[in-house]
């Protein structure tokens, strides 16, 4: 693991790679971070970036083809959780959970909500006593904001919120330390979107715990996390501090990104960079930066060289001239 003992979970080099038909598609390519405890790590980018097989991949829900992932777990011992087998990974896996994107599909219709929530215990601690066990649902239920009067109910009568504070109980149930939230509140509404971010905020503080958030709303992966990582095609192009890659973001891709964020002010009018073409086929991604198609700023080296994650001004940039692009953050300008 990184010598700095905050360090909780250590991704290194990641991928994963899909074949159909003897067509190969790289979804996740070489990609590396550190997350410390008590941290949230955003993960942004456009869809298809790779984003939600990367999470999939740090918590084993799917099998990453290369790469670790390190996780310091309750016990003090280091663990490669790509390594473990099935025995030891169930083990490791009450520590790190995931919440998953849709609040609709990812809840079983044919169960109440007090036997979903209940699942993970059942599947850990089949010995548990049932009073026990439903003690401990309606202690979760009730901190996440839940009606406990109603936990008997079935999953179709509840509303989006409600069921994503549904996912989110039975993703702390087991009192875990990491939890990947998988564009937790993308399918929410505005408002309803704010209460399970303040939620998850609230129950970080109180329960110490750490996040991989993945989303595609810069807004929110800026109120929510300590660091940003942005991805491209698989790759991670940045990865700073959010205030820094913010204000002052060190790769052009990132730069378009923040460009395109709506400001809640009439009075102000972003300048909009509008990326040219489309996303590259991952299947045949193109020579040298995946991302110059699209770079205003793309030189012939950029079309031969593929550009390796380089540390710069404390933050990791995957471009050739990131010292000498002058990039902009969130530039407003008075309409």
Do not use: W
Not at 178 to 202: F, G, H, P, R, W
Not at 241 to 249: D, G, I, M, R, V
Request: aromatic share 6%; proline share 5%; hydrophobic share 35%.
């Amino acid at each position: 693991m990184n010598e700095n003992q905050d360090v909780i979970l250590q991704v290194k080099n990641i991928s994963k790679r899909f074949v159909s038909k003897g067509v190969c598609v790289r979804a996740v390519t070489n990609v590396s971070f550190d997350v410390c405890k008590g941290e949230t790590i955003g993960i942004v980018g456009e869809s298809g970036c790779g984003k939600t097989t990367l999470g999939r991949c740090i918590v084993r829900a799917i099998e990453a083809n290369e790469g670790q992932v390190l996780y310091r777990a309750k016990d003090g011992q280091t663990y490669d959780l790509l390594k473990l087998d099935k025995r030891e990974m169930r083990k490791v896996r009450k520590e790190i959970q995931m919440i998953f994107q849709d609040p609709y599909s990812s809840l079983d219709p044919r169960m109440t909500v007090i036997d979903i929530i209940a699942e993970p215990i059942k599947a850990n601690f089949p010995k548990m006593p049932k009073k026990e066990r439903e003690q401990m649902v309606m202690d979760i239920a009730a901190k996440v904001g839940l009606n406990t009067t109603y936990l008997k109910r079935y999953p179709h009568a509840f509303s989006g919120g409600q069921r994503q504070r549904i996912g989110t109980a039975r993703a702390l149930i087991l009192k875990p330390q990491v939890i990947v939230c998988d564009e937790a509140v993308s399918a929410l509404d505005v408002s309803i979107q704010a209460q399970i971010i303040n939620l998850l905020k609230e129950l970080q503080r109180e329960m110490e715990l750490t996040y991989i958030f993945i989303s595609h709303d810069l807004s929110v992966v800026e109120h929510i996390s300590d660091k940003v990582g942005v991805m491209y095609l698989g790759q991670l192009v940045e990865f700073a501090e959010t205030e820094a890659l913010f204000s002052k973001p060190m790769h052009p891709y990132t730069e378009a990104l923040l460009s395109a964020v709506p400001v809640a002010d009439p009075d102000v009018q972003m300048q909009r960079i509008p990326l040219e073409g489309e996303i590259p086929n991952p299947a045949n991604p193109p020579s040298g930066c995946y991302f110059h198609e699209r770079c205003r700023y793309c030189q012939q080296r950029c079309v031969e060289e593929q550009p390796s994650l380089r540390q710069i001004n404390g933050r990791q940039v995957a471009c050739h001239f990131a010292e000498e692009l002058d990039l902009r953050g969130f530039d407003y300008e008075k309409a």
